[in-house]
T-cell receptor, first 117, second 112 residues
Framework: GAVVSQHPSWVICKSGTSVKIECRSL??????MFWYRQFPKQSLMLMAT?????????EQGVEKDKFLINHASLTLSTLTVTSAHPEDSSFYIC?????????????FGEGSRLTVL | GDSVTQMEGPVTLSEEAFLTINCTYT??????LFWYVQYPGEGLQLLLK?????DKGSNKGFEATYRKETTSFHLEKGSVQVSDSAVYFC???????????FGKGTRLSVIA
């Protein structure tokens, strides 16, 4: 079936450094990918919509300069958390839809747990 | 805007008990409805879905019926197992390539 893969699955970094998370669609092309953030024991919050070949669309309250999204190809989107701080620690999940298959269903990556010290 | 409301947890049940997790939605048009499950330490997995009114989604013994008249998509299972312990998310998406709107999730714990 369709698979979305994220890397790394977990990362620990020092405050002030930048971290890049990759999201790949392994057997389908995704013109659009979605990045979510999940706080402990809470639901998923949509951060941004990543569009291949164009700028990402950010949800209200999400800092675009802090969370850089690049969707350079039809199978890869990256989220870079710049100058990370402890409050950025969270579980980040990407997702994509295979438009040639299941109607509406989003496939999710495994998630990337970021811990900023 | 579109929204999903699901019952708050946590829900604790004994093994073989009957499970219902309520989910209602607000949306324009005719959204597709989903239940996703998140096992401890893992990402989200699609559990079941329904794309039009009166459709019943089912998987692994779980069922949910798309009720347009009550704007609901309640999740049910006749006999839960310890392995069903997870967080369950109800979600919807309008037509087209739009992101999912999630409910807040319901944590289920099944004890032997």
């Amino acid at each position: 079936g369709a698979v979305v893969s994220q890397h790394p699955s977990w990362v620990i970094c020092k405050s002030g450094t930048s971290v890049k998370i990759e999201c790949r669609s392994l057997d389908f092309q995704a013109t659009t990918m979605f990045w979510y953030r999940q706080f402990p024991k809470q639901s998923l919050m949509l951060m941004a919509t990543s569009n291949e070949g164009s700028k990402a669309t950010y949800e209200q309250g999400v800092e675009k300069d802090k969370f850089l999204i690049n969707h350079a190809s039809l199978t890869l989107s990256t989220l870079t958390v710049t100058s990370a701080h402890p409050e950025d620690s969270s579980f980040y999940i990407c997702s994509a839809r295979d438009l040639d298959r299941a109607i509406g269903e989003l496939f999710f990556g495994e998630g990337s747990r970021l811990t900023v010290l | 805007g579109d929204s999903v409301t699901q019952m708050e947890g946590p829900v604790t049940l004994s093994e073989e008990a009957f499970l219902t997790i309520n989910c209602t939605y607000t949306a324009t048009g005719y959204p597709s409805l989903f239940w996703y499950v998140q096992y401890p330490g893992e990402g989200l997995q699609l559990l079941l879905k329904a794309t039009k009114a009166d459709d019943k989604g089912s998987n692994k013994g779980f069922e949910a019926t798309y009720r347009k008249e009550t704007t609901s998509f309640h999740l049910e299972k006749g006999s839960v197992q310890v392995s069903d312990s997870a967080v369950y998310f109800c979600a919807l998406t309008p037509r087209g390539n739009t992101p999912l709107v999630f409910g807040k999730g319901t944590r289920l714990s099944v004890i032997a």
